[in-house]
């Protein structure tokens, strides 16, 4: 028989550990998956994969990413959640109770009343050689997280893209360091136009257009040069750099909920703006997998605050038999 719960959090990041605090201190006894490397992660998700954290609130010296997430590991389980180092392989989100299978399992083995998708994305790579050993150690793909570190300051950067998400990273960048240099694949920007020409007109950016990124060089601990390639020419460059970020776009977990969810363009959960809720009632969604444009802890955590109080009030009114099977055209998660 599969076991049923009132709520399900599938996710073990900033999102899913705030929500799962919230409702184990309702008394709703929540389950979080927190998977088993699902999508390439360790349960506690991305920050696990950092070192100092120095922009979550309550840490004035900073905390590293994997004691952070052992913390809100250990709060969730102090407020009453079920933890369960499982990745969650499919889920039926057609009727309710919504019904979830555990990897491996040819049956449903739980079901839920309520469901919470805090599955979070990923940044894409490029597989450039030299990527794996430079990776956090000059690599990066967010420059608000990592930007301030000391090994950047004052030092020539990399940005790899030619989109909005590069040109803002750039200009972030320029606070910190001697000078960005933005390696553009084609001729033109796909920025906005804003975007663009306060990217070209910045006295410390260099644009380089038809350059492709070949390999991260380094002396053995730290990244120190990028080798490029005209892509037109073929000819081989270099440009001595410190930091390489890459703003070329991440890919949220919705593997799981595409068909059943509405998802956007890019393949992040729609939700209806100023809640968590999705198009399908009982259904929330939090952190990055519904959130392209901020992509922070503390944003994923309230996001997992507003989730949790969502399906808290959710339950109550399916308690009182109050909750509507459709919801009004107004309620409709925007595009
Ligand atoms: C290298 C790096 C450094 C960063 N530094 C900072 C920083 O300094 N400050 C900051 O604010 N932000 C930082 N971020 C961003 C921050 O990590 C993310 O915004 C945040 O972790 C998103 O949280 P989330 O809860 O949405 O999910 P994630 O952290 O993405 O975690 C999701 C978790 O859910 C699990 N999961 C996925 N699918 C399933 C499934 N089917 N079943 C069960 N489990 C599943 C995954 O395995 C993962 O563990 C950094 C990110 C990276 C990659």
Redesign the pocket.
Same mark, same amino acid.
């Given at each position: 028989m599969p076991e049923h719960h009132k709520v399900a959090i599938? +996710?073990?990041?900033?999102?899913?550990h705030t929500a799962a605090v919230y409702l184990g201190r309702a008394n709703l006894e929540p389950i979080l998956?927190?998977?088993m490397?699902? %999508?390439?992660?360790?349960?506690? +998700?991305?920050?696990?994969?950092?070192t =100092?954290?120095? %922009?979550?609130p309550g840490f004035p010296e900073g905390v590293l990413?994997g004691e952070l997430m052992d913390k809100m590991r250990a709060q969730s389980e102090r407020c009453g959640a079920k933890i369960e180092t499982?990745?969650?392989?499919k889920l039926d989100l057609s009727e309710r109770p919504f019904k979830l299978w555990r990897e491996g399992a040819s049956e449903v083995t739980d079901t839920a009343d309520a469901v919470i998708i805090?599955?979070?994305?990923?940044?894409r790579r490029m597989d450039l050689p030299g990527e794996d050993k430079y990776w956090?150690n000059g690599i990066?793909?967010?420059a608000?997280? =990592?930007g301030a570190v000391p090994i950047f300051r004052n030092k020539p950067l990399v940005v790899i893209g030619g989109g909005d998400s590069a040109a803002e990273e750039a200009i972030y960048l320029t606070k910190y360091a001697s000078h960005v240099h933005v390696l553009v694949r084609r001729d033109v920007l796909r920025a906005s136009k804003v975007m663009a020409s306060r990217l070209l007109k910045h006295p410390k950016v260099t644009v380089h257009f038809n350059t492709a990124p070949t390999e991260a060089l380094g002396d053995g601990s730290l990244l120190t040069a990028v080798a490029t390639k005209d892509t037109k020419t073929g000819e081989q460059g270099k440009i001595d750099a410190n930091g390489l970020f890459y703003a070329i776009g991440h890919d949220p977990?919705t593997s799981?909920v595409k068909g059943q969810l509405e998802l956007d363009s890019e393949g992040y959960i729609q939700t209806i703006p100023g809640s968590a809720e999705t198009n399908v009632q009982g259904v929330f969604a939090?952190? =990055?997998?519904q959130d392209k444009r901020y992509?922070?802890?503390?944003?994923?955590a309230g996001s997992?605050c507003m989730a949790a109080l969502d399906a808290e009030r959710y339950l109550a009114e399916l308690e009182e038999g109050v909750a509507t099977e459709e919801r009004t055209n107004a309620d409709q998660p925007s595009k």
């Open positions: 599938i +996710g073990s990041g900033p999102a899913g998956f927190e998977g490397m699902a %999508n390439g992660f360790a349960p506690g +998700g991305q920050l696990t994969t950092t =100092d954290v120095e %922009n979550y990413g499982e990745t969650i392989e805090a599955t979070g994305a990923s940044a956090q990066s793909a967010c608000v997280c =990592d977990a799981l939090a952190g =990055d997998v992509r922070q802890a503390i944003t994923s997992g």
